[in-house]
């Protein structure tokens, strides 16, 4: 068994660790060839972003958890009938949301706080980052699907060459052809482009996607997807939500300054969140596999060796992030009082880490096993929490400070709570979240 899962796992940490790395190297390109406000404008436009890698996340997701749990029944006809339903809401999702982005996202950027200079080139990166919303959902969308087919390499492969063609190409759109804000834009979707290629070569030649696929316009399969795939979406988005969240109330507080030392802090503990996020993410095909099996002792098993995994790795990145918090503010091209400011808030957040390790984990515990409301009640309440903590609670009191601290606060009770309703889901042997596939 701790073959199997970490044939899973480690692909899956892999693969999300270099979805943070590349974040760095962007931020790094924007940094040094900009300035910090242009690094401060992708942290406040980047949600806009998250939130439509978050909708291929969340649909791949969504539909691939029902994928495992059918491959567990052995129900090969509604395993090919949830394949063919998640292609085509990816399509369909990719297509909307685009014409949705473009007419509201001038609205979003001031709500989100950009003002100014600001603005001006948050505006220009998420224009272009706009239209290429059906490259990014569909590329974040074929990798659980891929991943639950027992294709977690080639999952890591496709992932790692879509990091790897937009530092190239950052490289080559700022720092090469000075195209600034633009180029960030283009090299992100290009980026994810080419990321399909591995994912959709893998279900052509392994699962002769034309022929096994079936699209069926069947209601009850498409509210199930749609149903568990509230959780993974707000778990992906959870993280650009808390930097909204955080971002316009350090502005308010802290100025563009707290505004800079927060963009270099989101950064690099985007890394530790996207690890820990690869080990739930790694696991969920056991888990659900076993789950639709009803082999229950297997999905506990699965559940403490991710819990473990993840206390181990976060436990790490606390050390490393404290540090190294005054190479990293040099790093993105802070000076002075940034460089000081960096080191002064890193410790908020690193300490957090050891929370979110068993809030995230448990998450992806429950939406594999289609406990819908325990995840839910997770993820959005860590949102609700952090919005209370960060706007009306800390603040008024103890000002920027208040902000950084509403962090490991509100983690820390959600992993407490992430504990209560694991004791209730193990004891209630009739959770209405149990999935009944026919």
């Given at each position: 068994m701790n073959r199997e899962f970490f044939k899973f796992v480690i692909p899956s940490m892999i693969a999300f660790s270099f979805s943070g790395i590349y974040s760095i190297v962007d931020g790094w390109f924007v940094g040094n060839y900009l300035n910090e406000t242009g690094l401060a404008a992708i942290n406040v436009a980047y949600p806009i972003t998250a939130f439509i890698l978050a909708t291929g996340t969340a649909l791949g997701m969504g539909g691939s958890i029902f994928i495992s749990i059918s491959r567990g029944k052995g129900a090969s006809e509604?395993?090919?009938?949830?394949?063919?339903?998640?292609?085509?809401?990816?399509?369909?999702a990719g297509i909307v949301e685009m014409l949705l982005m473009y007419a509201v996202f001038p609205t979003v950027l001031r709500f989100f706080g950009a003002y100014g200079e600001l603005f001006t080139l948050g505006e220009e990166y998420i224009r272009w980052i706009i239209f290429g919303t059906l490259f990014q959902?569909?590329?974040?969308?074929?990798?659980?699907?891929?991943?639950?087919?027992?294709?977690?390499?080639?999952?890591?492969?496709?992932?790692?060459?879509?990091?790897?063609?937009?530092?190239?190409l950052d490289w080559v759109f700022i720092a090469l052809f000075g195209w600034g804000m633009m180029g960030a834009a283009l090299a992100t979707v290009l980026g994810q482009g080419c990321s399909i290629v591995p994912s959709l070569a893998f279900l052509i030649k392994k699962k002769k996607l034309v022929g096994y696929a079936r699209f069926r316009g069947d209601i009850k399969k498409i509210r199930e997807i749609l149903a568990v795939a509230v959780s993974p979406f707000g778990l992906?988005?959870?993280?650009?939500?808390?930097?909204?969240?955080?971002?316009?109330?350090?502005?308010i507080h802290g100025g563009e300054r707290a505004a800079a030392c927060y963009?270099?802090?989101?950064?690099?503990?985007?890394?530790?969140?996207?690890?820990?996020?690869?080990?739930?993410?790694?696991s969920q095909p056991l888990i659900s596999r076993y789950f639709g099996a009803d082999r229950q002792d297997m999905v506990k098993r699965l559940r403490n060796m991710a819990f473990i995994t993840a206390e181990i790795?976060?436990?790490?990145?606390?050390?490393?992030?404290?540090?190294g918090s005054e190479a990293v503010s040099v790093f993105f091209g802070m000076s002075g009082q940034g460089v000081s400011d960096v080191e002064a808030t890193m410790p908020y957040f690193a300490a957090g880490m050891i929370f979110m390790a068993i809030e995230r984990v448990m998450t992806s515990v429950f939406y594999a096993m289609d406990r819908n409301g325990y995840a839910y009640t997770l993820i959005y309440g860590?949102?609700?929490?952090?919005?209370?903590?960060?706007?009306?609670?800390?603040?008024?009191f103890m000002g920027?400070?208040?902000?950084?601290?509403?962090?490991?606060?509100?983690?820390?009770?959600?992993?407490?709570?992430?504990?209560?309703?694991?004791?209730?889901?193990?004891?209630?042997?009739?959770?209405?979240?149990?999935?009944?596939?026919r």
């Open positions: 509604d395993q090919r009938v949830y394949l063919g339903i998640t292609l085509a809401l990816l399509l369909v959902i569909i590329g974040s969308g074929l990798v659980p699907v891929v991943r639950n087919y027992d294709g977690a390499h080639i999952a890591m492969i496709s992932m790692i060459t879509g990091f790897m063609v937009n530092v190239v992906t988005f959870a993280g650009s939500v808390v930097m909204i969240i955080i971002n316009k109330n350090a502005i963009a270099v802090i989101s950064y690099v503990t985007y890394i530790v969140q996207m690890l820990i996020q690869g080990i739930g993410d790694g790795t976060a436990a790490v990145s606390v050390i490393l992030l404290i540090a860590e949102l609700i929490l952090m919005g209370i903590l960060a706007t009306v609670v800390l603040p008024p920027v400070t208040g902000v950084w601290l509403s962090v490991p606060v509100a983690q820390a009770v959600l992993a407490v709570l992430s504990v209560l309703l694991l004791r209730k889901s193990v004891g209630n042997a009739g959770d209405p979240g149990r999935v009944t596939l």
